[in-house]
């Protein structure tokens, strides 16, 4: 289904392209290909990087003549993105970068390896949506969330909002599929002409006290969201998620999915509202949900000797919002991960803006280079915790533990780089 990973593989796409295009596409494989013989990952960025050079225009060369939908978010792109992408390739093939990178390198590299005329599933970074969607003319754009995250890294969310608006103004996609209960990705939507409202039901709205629009307070409701001072306010939604049931073009979905908890159910509403925007049938897509067990590595239950361990990916305080759902109703112990690399942000303050006492009496070991950090902060919250070395003394501290059950995978929650070496370390390939 993905292109991805197989970067060598389908060489249709090159016989429609200017010769330009060609050479910059056949010198991005050997370049990718070279990269793969030395070990020095993938190869897909570089190889995409050096197509550019030779080609700037290279990604609109290559949506010339395909759909393409793109996805973007703070928390949640890359799982929708996989969930679109199954539930499109029940009707029709596809391409998506969901195991790649999400930026126009990596996007180009995944494109240049498909057929030509491939419906494009693109996951894009939050600060790519103005120039992927330039290049590409998408026909249809989901926006998830806007958050914080790495702190230290990327610009003010309100900005990202400001940088989406005048995108969606300049290059209006023919759909806009997009959350009504996040009040940034609402005012940022609202200048396409065609927008399906997604009521999601978000309960993270820290990141969104203020109005985007005249900086008044946003006042948040159980009915919804409005502006003190202007009139700014949730819009009357298309798609609704009420206690698990998502309600679309008048039916009702009540089918369970193979990926737990209330984000994911919310993924799988904006998967299947972009694939009804693209004249997919909803039962079949819905049908193409269920292929999705995991997603990159997350929610995968690996064996790391003669223990199950579950792993579990939380980067932000609106991610670790949702991610304690999972966390908060077992009793058996856990392991908690917190790097600071320069993917996590070096600045691990926002631990102080996540509810950890949620976890209530569960028994927490904590891991990661910021584990006393963390420690730290579960001492504040009362939380029973201990601190190891690393996964394997930690999940010997959990074996031990009275309230351990060997029926269970033990949950490993980590956030991006701790995510990273985990699944490295049971083998997992990216
Ligand atoms: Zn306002």
Redesign the pocket.
């Given at each position: 289904m993905t292109a991805a990973t197989t970067p060598a593989s389908k060489p249709g796409q090159t016989t429609t392209l200017r010769p330009r295009a060609r050479l910059a596409v056949a010198a991005g494989r050997l370049v990718a290909w070279g990269s793969r013989v030395v070990r020095f990952g993938t190869g897909s960025v570089i190889g995409g990087r050096v197509s550019l050079l030779i080609d700037k225009n290279l990604l609109s060369e290559l949506t010339a003549s395909r759909n393409v939908v793109i996805v973007s978010a703070t928390n949640g792109k890359t799982t929708t993105t996989k969930l679109l992408s199954s539930a499109l390739a029940t009707s029709r093939p596809i391409v998506s970068n969901w195991l790649g990178a999400n930026m126009t390198p990596g996007i180009v590299a995944a494109l240049a390896a498909a057929n030509a005329t491939d419906t494009a599933v693109l996951e894009v970074d939050e600060r790519w949506v103005d120039s992927v969607l330039r290049a590409t003319q998408a026909n249809t754009v989901v926006l998830l969330n806007l958050s914080r995250d790495q702190l230290d890294r990327t610009q003010e969310v309100r900005k990202l909002a400001e940088q989406w608006r005048v995108a969606l103004a300049t290059t209006p996609p023919r759909t806009l599929v997009a959350n009504a209960d996040d009040p940034l990705v609402a005012w940022a939507a609202l200048v396409a002409p065609n927008i399906v409202w997604v009521g999601t039901g978000q309960e993270w709205t820290a990141d969104a006290a203020g109005?985007p629009?005249?900086s008044?307070r946003i006042d948040f409701t159980d009915a919804g969201w409005a502006?003190s001072?202007?009139d700014?306010q949730r819009p009357l939604v298309d798609v609704a998620i009420t206690d698990g049931v998502i309600a679309i073009d008048g039916k009702t979905i009540t089918g369970e999915l193979a990926l737990p908890g209330r984000v994911n159910r919310v993924n799988a509403a904006f998967a299947l509202a972009a694939a009804s925007a693209m004249g997919a049938d909803l039962d079949q897509a819905f049908d193409g949900l269920d292929d999705v067990r995991e997603v990159a590595g997350r929610y995968r239950v690996a064996q790391l000797g003669n223990t199950r361990i579950r792993l579990l990916l939380a980067k932000n305080p609106a991610g670790w919002h949702e991610a304690l759902e999972l966390l908060e109703g077992p009793s058996t112990p856990l392991v908690i991960a917190i790097n600071a690399r320069i993917a996590d942000g070096h600045d691990p303050s926002w631990l102080w803006d996540v509810a950890y006492e949620r976890i209530g009496q569960r028994f927490v070991v904590a891991i990661g280079e910021r584990r006393h950090d963390l420690a730290v902060r579960f001492r504040y919250g009362n939380i029973n915790h201990i601190v190891a070395d690393d996964l394997e003394s930690a999940i010997e501290l959990v074996r031990q533990s009275p309230s351990y059950d060997p029926t269970m995978p033990i949950d490993v929650a980590s956030n991006y780089t701790a995510f990273q070496d985990h699944l490295e370390h049971v083998g997992g390939v990216l």
């Open positions: 109005c629009a005249c008044g502006c001072r202007c700014l």
